[in-house]
């Protein structure tokens, strides 16, 4: 019977209220304003629109991120908010900005070409006008027959997967057999799978090669790389071309090219064409101001014994750089910045306090989130619990790009289902019907959940997030579906409103053992 109800409830199939379980007070009141505000007044394209085109890309560390951390804290403040704070986390590394870059060919014939330098690598020497080689290694060993050949050349790697036809739009949404699926499949996995030794070795392997193609390439007095690695019409996936640590090793100028130009550049050299190319970067390291930043403010609560406890919600600040950050994660930040709006807007008056914490250097490893745990709850290494530890209600994340809520993953904590699958019930007619048991990845909220707090990510439509947009360079404002931000926008408000409103806490899964950094 329980197991049924649990799966009725899961597949947000049934909104009879639970009885084995405990009956959540929704205030429809509050629940329609936050509805009409968040519908017919919204903010949040033009809060996206600030963070994309206005402070432009936010690699961590960068001129772009700065002037987001400025804004978003001026901004929330304006909106009513108190302890708006720039608040360094740790320390990150160094910055670096894109001043200049230009890439074309002009031998055989003049023609320009799409690509953008790598994070962290450093500037050409002025312009450069230089013939390509093209070096494909599968082993250390091939890389033999390129000593002596390198000087002064400009290198072209091989693409690894070639673009082809696109007969699948890029863009969907999630059907209903897919988000029923997701609410029957079991919560987390009692022992994680092992990770695939196999796959685990090649990835070394492959590393390993490529440290190794770097070496060479430098040793051999190379001007510059340029490289592709997937992506079709005309789109790149950016990534660090090197460490952002202060003492990281010297790399060369490297550029990451769309597949299309790259391959036509490979296919002239492999017929024997000589191909110039003429190009310049110029990249700015700033190295006095090594700190990691994540940007913080709050609704204070009003209940005498519940107002020490606080609601987080939260999305990386951080980009990568060869566009605006878009849908990963303009679009967090909006949603989560008009959650607050709401509420203030609305005259909420939440119980317990309410933060926003917008995330910097999430894109290298989760830092601004990690280190925000570690300073303020506990640290996984340790699991010594900090005083803040007992008083956070829940946290809410928003980062898996621009389409509209669907559900909530539960991260394993089979306790809170039935209080999400009530909160949603009002937002069935909106699309947001499912609640699985699963957990997700690669993102903030694991911060959280690695020391036992309740942190969840939300069920969001994937749209053309790993198609298109995810790390790319047509990760720009124009994949921002207007009415898919409002719609999360008052689904967050809400679930934040009622995590700040409800009698208890959100239950918690057992507390985690301390796990080293090196185990984790
Ligand atoms: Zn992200």
Not at 175 to 185: C, F, G, M, V
Not at 339 to 366: D, F, S
Not at 382 to 410: C, S, V, W
Not at 419 to 445: E, I, K, Y
Request: one cysteine or more; aromatic letters at 8%; glycine letters at 8%.
């Amino acid at each position: 019977m329980q197991k049924l109800l649990y799966l009725a409830l899961a597949c947000g199939l049934t909104t009879a209220p639970v009885l084995a379980q405990t009956t959540e007070k929704l205030d429809q009141a509050m629940l329609a304003k936050i509805k009409d505000e968040g519908l017919n007044r919204s903010k949040v394209m033009e809060t996206a629109f600030y963070l994309t085109d206005v402070c432009g890309p936010r690699l961590a560390g960068s001129d772009g991120l700065a002037r987001a951390n400025e804004w978003t804290k001026k901004q929330l403040t304006g909106w009513g908010l108190v302890n708006a704070a720039i608040e360094p986390w740790g320390t990150f590394g160094r910055g670096w900005d894109i001043e200049k870059s230009y890439v074309a060919m002009t031998a055989p014939y003049y023609h320009t070409l799409i690509g953008a330098p790598k994070a962290w690598t450093p500037s050409t020497n002025g312009t450069l006008k230089k013939q390509v080689v093209v070096v494909r290694a599968a082993t250390e060993a091939d890389l033999e027959k390129y000593k002596g050949k390198l000087r002064d050349k400009i290198v072209l790697t091989d693409v690894a997967s070639p673009p082809k036809p696109g007969f699948e739009p890029d863009a969907r949404r999630y059907t209903d057999e897919e988000l029923q699926k997701l609410a029957a499949a079991p919560a987390a996995p009692a022992t994680p799978a092992a990770p695939d030794a196999e796959r685990v070795a090649a990835r070394r392997a492959q590393i390993a090669l490529r440290t190794k193609m770097a070496e060479l390439y430098m040793s051999e007095g190379a001007a510059a790389v340029l490289s592709a690695r997937a992506g079709s019409n005309g789109t790149f996936f950016t990534s660090n071309g090197a460490s952002y640590a202060a003492d990281a090793k010297p790399v060369l100028p490297e550029l990451e090219m769309a597949s299309e130009d790259q391959l036509r550049l490979i296919r002239l050299a492999d017929a024997g064409i000589p191909v110039e190319i003429e190009l310049e970067t110029r990249t700015r390291f700033q190295d006095k101001d090594l700190k990691g930043y994540n940007v913080v403010a709050e609704i204070p609560g009003t209940d005498r014994k519940l107002k020490s406890e606080v609601v987080m919600l939260g999305a990386h600040l951080d980009s990568w750089h060869a566009a605006t950050g878009a849908t990963d994660n303009a679009a967090g930040c909006a949603v989560m910045m008009e959650a607050v709006r709401i509420l203030k807007a609305t005259g909420a008056k939440p119980r317990r306090t309410i933060r926003i914490a917008l995330w910097g250097e999430e894109e290298q490893g989760l830092h601004g989130s990690r280190n925000y745990v570690k300073n303020h709850f506990a640290d996984p290494a340790t699991m010594k619990l900090l005083p803040e530890h007992e008083k956070l209600a829940a946290y809410f994340n928003l980062d898996n790009g621009a389409g509209k809520i669907r559900g909530i993953y539960a991260q394993g904590n089979e306790a809170v289902v039935p209080v999400f699958s009530q909160w949603l019930q009002p937002f069935a007619d909106m699309g947001a019907t499912t609640v699985t048991p699963r957990n997700t990845g690669g993102t903030d909220h694991l911060a959280f959940d690695a020391v036992g707090l309740p942190g969840f990510q939300f069920i969001q439509d994937p749209l053309d997030y790993n198609t298109r947009t995810h790390h790319t360079n047509m990760d720009t404002y124009e994949r921002l579906p207007a009415d898919d931000l409002k719609q999360a926008s008052v689904v967050v408000a809400s679930f934040v409103y009622q995590a700040a409103m409800r009698d208890q806490k959100l239950p918690r899964k057992a507390l985690p053992v301390a796990k080293p950094a090196e185990v984790r």
